[in-house]
């Protein structure tokens, strides 16, 4: 088996063909259209998952209701099956190969330039588990033990960190202190308030960590009620 190498790729308005209508195209489907990326599916029969998310996903998922033929990836940039086909699976794979395609044949890697981690997503924070195909179940376990430690309220962490550094950024505060703001910002109780629902206090908090840094902070982030300054999260 090889050492893969792991990237993130942008697929806004890319084309990204899937082949098969069972529930784990169904999942492809889905996750690539979150992502932004136009897709093909090409099947004779859809599970009612998918048939679900054609309906509501729209203009956004092309539906050919038939088995693949060569020359159905032209235009492609990702490519997945979830065929068993051996016929099949080898025209995939010349076709993809022929084209430079990134192809994955689910469960068969010996058909794949690529395989998928198993992704714990926290709106902007991605954090991918892979066995490079050893245990795909061992990966799907570390993942679910992941998201005991990274709770939903790490989306909005991540957010307003974001707001922050462009705040900071923008007011030429240097490298060094930026560096030093974030130290205390990931130490400071931001996450405990967000986890408690308080994201006003949260957002005063982050307000006075910035004018310790001589930043002048916006309206968003100030908060004259708020008492986050001790540290301990609030009811809001």
Not at 101 to 125: A, H, K, M, Y
Not at 190 to 203: K, N, S
């Amino acid at each position: 088996m090889p050492h893969y190498y792991p990237i993130m790729l942008d697929v806004r308005d890319r084309r990204v063909v899937v082949i098969g209508g069972d529930r784990i195209a169904a999942e492809k489907v889905q996750a690539f259209a979150a992502c932004g990326a136009q897709v093909c599916v090409i099947a004779p029969e859809c599970c009612a998952e998918l048939e679900q998310l054609v309906q509501k996903l729209g203009p956004q998922v092309e539906l050919w209701r038939r088995t693949y033929q060569p020359g159905d990836l032209e235009g492609a940039f990702v490519v997945i099956a979830t065929t068993r086909a051996p016929e099949l699976v080898e025209a995939i794979w010349n076709e993809a190969q022929q084209r430079g395609q990134l192809l994955n044949i689910v469960d068969l890697p010996e058909r794949c330039n690529f395989i998928t981690p198993s992704i714990l997503r926290r709106d902007q924070l991605t954090v991918a588990v892979s066995t490079e195909g050893a245990s795909p179940g061992l990966a799907k376990l570390i993942r679910q033990e992941l998201e005991q430690h990274f709770p939903p309220a790490y989306g909005t962490f991540l957010r307003l960190a974001a707001e922050a550094r462009a705040l900071l950024r923008a007011q030429g505060v240097t490298y060094e202190q930026r560096d030093a703001f974030f130290q205390e910002f990931y130490r400071s109780s931001v996450l405990a308030h967000l986890e408690a629902g308080a994201e006003r206090e949260a957002r005063a908090l982050i307000g006075g960590l910035l004018r310790k840094y001589g930043v002048e902070v916006p309206q968003s982030f100030s908060d004259n009620e708020a008492e986050a300054a001790d540290g301990h999260p609030q009811a809001s």
